[in-house]
Structure formats: structure tokens, C-alpha cells
């Protein structure tokens, strides 16, 4: 059965908050051997990441930098060329103005190295004594010229194909320490914020498998970001949750992952709870669900119903398209992506975030999110509301993890996910 005090509702969860407050986290403090699970408010990392392709409709002036710590700027992407870290023009000009923003502010200022389709080069750049401090003197020259406090490598994923075309060799995760060793030991990376955002599973082995000891990453991270989103999507064989805070009260078949069971398979390979981030999403993935599958006999709403695969409905404007080829040459296909915003403008949830009239709603108690459904468009989103975000907070602070990491910063609406997040933890709101 889920813990009942995960199933409280968010009004109890905000009262029962402590009173908001953020102070900045030191720069540099990874843990030698430290398991600890304490945490306080006063150090939690509240983070999020800013897409530097959606600045034209969300603008450096509209972060609500007071409530964060932390802002990431993605994307720099890795290159054939070890000693090289590609940038668009575009980020040339305004990565120089975000990080300006940012400690104006008093936030720290990161650049996200990687990403879906930016990680193509990250086994080549890492895998040589000489590649690798090519790759570790460029990602310094990046810090020198832009006055970054952090760098946040998004390697999807070490050993894993992850867009279909990416270099992987066996040795990728091993390199990819070493790598970590040889960036540290760079003159001005004492003081560095280098983290990493992975998987729901720690980083996979030469034998194919998770690796049993990450121990010795938490000496050269800072922080790792799990990325606990996109557990269930268009490639499912049914609707689920994109984002469970639980999955362990789930059917087996069902059980795909979740922050609980990611923090449990990370902190058992010897990397601590607090420097662990969750990753929360600031949006969801829709489904083309008929209405005899997603209702059932009492008029609730169907959970891992089957879904049209053939029939993926669009998301919001912001979502990909199927026009063109993607960067390994295969057609793109429409992404089903609805932001928070997204599902507001859609029709689907109110101005403040509950579902509208009209639409069907349900909140799965296991995974702790919510579900919503259009019986007229047929169209099911698997998502997080405030209520889903301030369970995770909660979850956090009980767990003693370093804190949350939003993606992205674009995608809440009137900072309703983030005040929830952040009134059950007890920062920055």
C-alpha cells in the first residue's frame, strides 16, 4: 500500500510546510563517503533549466529567478572534435546575458552540456588520456569566457543508445569518471559545480548492466539530477505516468520506474542522498485513448489504458512536429508534449491549474500524479499539477535529497508547480 503520508492533499502539504527561505548553496561540497540523509531549507538546491530556443516567448525577465538557486542553460552540444563544444550563434549572444541575470540575482549560472541530441559525441570526447583533457581544457575555456559557477553534463546516455546515432563504446561510464578526475584536477574547477543529469538507473557498466558502485562519481559531482520523467510515453504499451513519485504500489508489469525507486538504485550503488536533485517536469505526454478504454464502469478515469498508436495527437505550440529528419537522418514524429501552460491554453486545465469542465480527471494515489481526458478529442495526458509537485517536495525533504531540478523553468504557469514544490520543501516561494 503507498505511505499515507504521501496522500495528502496539498493543502496539508503546504501547511504543514516550513516557512520559505533560500539561501544559495556553497559551490563545491561533494561527498568523500558521506550517506547522510539530513537536509535543511537552508541548503537545498531549487533549480531548473532555461531553453535557450523558447527565450523569444519566455524571456530572461520572466525566470522568477528570487525562488531558485540555480538556473542551467541548455544546450552546448559535444562535436567530433574533442576540443571543441558547439554553441549556436544564438547562445553565443545569450548565454552572456543569462548568466549576467543570474547573478544579479544571486543565483548560480550553469550551461548543460549534452542533451537528446547533443550527446552524440560524448564516448569519442572521453574516451582517450589526450581527448579527455581536450574535452576538460574546452569545457574550462567555456567557465573563462562566459563566468559560469557550474557546468551540468546531459550525456544521454553512457553506454546506451540514446537518439539512435550517437558513439557508445562499452568503456563510456568508466571514461566518463575519469573524465570527471581529469576536469576537477583543471586549474579553477576546485570551486566548480559539476553535475550530471542521468537516469532512473545509475550509469551502465561494461557488462551492460547498472553499476553496482557509483561511489566514486559523488567525489567529482557535485550533484546528479534524475531525470524521473518520460518513465511512460508514446513508445509505452500503455498510458502510465510520466513522472511517478512511487511505482512499487503498481501492477509488476506496470512498475517502469520512479523517483523513489531511482534515489533507492542510486543511493544503494554508494551515491549519497544528499547530492542527489530529483527532476521534476514541467510537463506531459498525451495519448489517443477511445472512450470505451479510457473510462471505466464507475465513470473514472482508466489507468494504463491501451492507447491508438497510429493516432498521436499534437501537443501544445511548443511541441515537435514531423516535418524534416531528425539529426541521425530519421523522419521526426509529432511528440505529444503538452507543457503545464500548454494544457492550460489547450482547454484541458483552468487558469489555476484544475481540470476544466468538461474534462475527466483522475489522481492516481500510487504514482502520485494526475491524469486528464478529453472524451470529445479522445485525447489523455499523463502530466504533474501542483498537488502531484508538492508531493515530490515532500518526498524530498523527507528523503534528505539536495533538492528539485525543473524542466524546464518555460514550462509551469504563473510558477504554480514551482510554488508547490517549493512551499513542501520550504524554499524560495
Known amino acids: 500500500m503507498f505511505p499515507v503520508f504521501y496522500c495528502f492533499l496539498l493543502a496539508q502539504l503546504i501547511l504543514a510546510a516550513p ?5 544559495t548553496p556553497p559551490l563545491y561540497a561533494p561527498s568523500n563517503s558521506s550517506n547522510s540523509t539530513s537536509s535543511s531549507s537552508s541548503n537545498v538546491v531549487a533549480a531548473s533549466w532555461y531553453a535557450g530556443w523558447h527565450s523569444s516567448e519566455f524571456t530572461l525577465q520572466d525566470v522568477s529567478w528570487s525562488k531558485y538557486s540555480s538556473v542551467i542553460y541548455a544546450f552546448a552540444v559535444t562535436t567530433p572534435v574533442a576540443n571543441i563544444i558547439g554553441l549556436e550563434d544564438s547562445d553565443k549572444t545569450l548565454l552572456p546575458q543569462f548568466v549576467q541575470t543570474a547573478h544579479a540575482n544571486n543565483v548560480h549560472a550553469l550551461l548543460s552540456i549534452g542533451g537528446w541530441t547533443g550527446s552524440r559525441y560524448f564516448s569519442s570526447s572521453v574516451a582517450t588520456d589526450t581527448n579527455r583533457t581536450a574535452f576538460a581544457q574546452a569545457v574550462m575555456k567555456l567557465v573563462s569566457t562566459y563566468n559560469l559557477d557550474g557546468i551540468e553534463f546531459d550525456w544521454e546516455y553512457p553506454n546506451k543508445q540514446g537518439i539512435g546515432c550517437n558513439i557508445i563504446s562499452t568503456n563510456d561510464s568508466a571514461n566518463f569518471l575519469s573524465f570527471l578526475q581529469t576536469l576537477r584536477s583543471q586549474d579553477g574547477a576546485q570551486n566548480l559545480i559539476i553535475s550530471a543529469a542521468v537516469s532512473v538507473k545509475p550509469f551502465v557498466g561494461s557488462d551492460g548492466n547498472p553499476m553496482t558502485d557509483v561511489s566514486e562519481f559523488a567525489k567529482v559531482l557535485n550533484y546528479i539530477e534524475v531525470m524521473n520523467y518520460d518513465v511512460w510515453g508514446s513508445w509505452s504499451n500503455s498510458v502510465g505516468p510520466n513522472a511517478p513519485l512511487d511505482d512499487s504500489c503498481a501492477p509488476s508489469s506496470d512498475q517502469d520506474g520512479s523517483a523513489i525507486s531511482a534515489v533507492k538504485a542510486w543511493s544503494s550503488a554508494g551515491f549519497p542522498a544528499n547530492q542527489i536533485i530529483l527532476g521534476v517536469a514541467s510537463y506531459g505526454h498525451s495519448f489517443h485513448v477511445s472512450n470505451d478504454s479510457a473510462v471505466d464502469a464507475s465513470g473514472n478515469i482508466e489507468l494504463y489504458a491501451p492507447f491508438d498508436k497510429s493516432q498521436q495527437p499534437a501537443g ?8 524534416g529528419v531528425d539529426e541521425c537522418g530519421n523522419p521526426n514524429v509529432v511528440g505529444g508534449i503538452f507543457d503545464f501552460w500548454g494544457l492550460i491554453d489547450g482547454g484541458f486545465l483552468t487558469t489555476n491549474g484544475t481540470a476544466a469542465s468538461g474534462m475527466d480527471y483522475t489522481f492516481d494515489n500510487c504514482s ?8 470529445t478529442s479522445q485525447v489523455m495526458v499523463s502530466y504533474d499539477d501542483a498537488t502531484s509537485f508538492a508531493a515530490k517536495g515532500k518526498y524530498i525533504s523527507d528523503a534528505g535529497l539536495a533538492g528539485f531540478a525543473m524542466w524546464e523553468a518555460g514550462g509551469d504557469s504563473d510558477d504554480i508547480l514551482l510554488d508547490a514544490i517549493s512551499s513542501a520543501i520550504g524554499v524560495g516561494c
Open 19 to 23: 516557512s520559505c527561505s533560500l539561501v
Open 316 to 323: 501544445d505550440k511548443w511541441d515537435g512536429t514531423a516535418d
Open 368 to 375: 502520485q500524479t494526475p491524469f486528464v481526458y478529453n472524451p
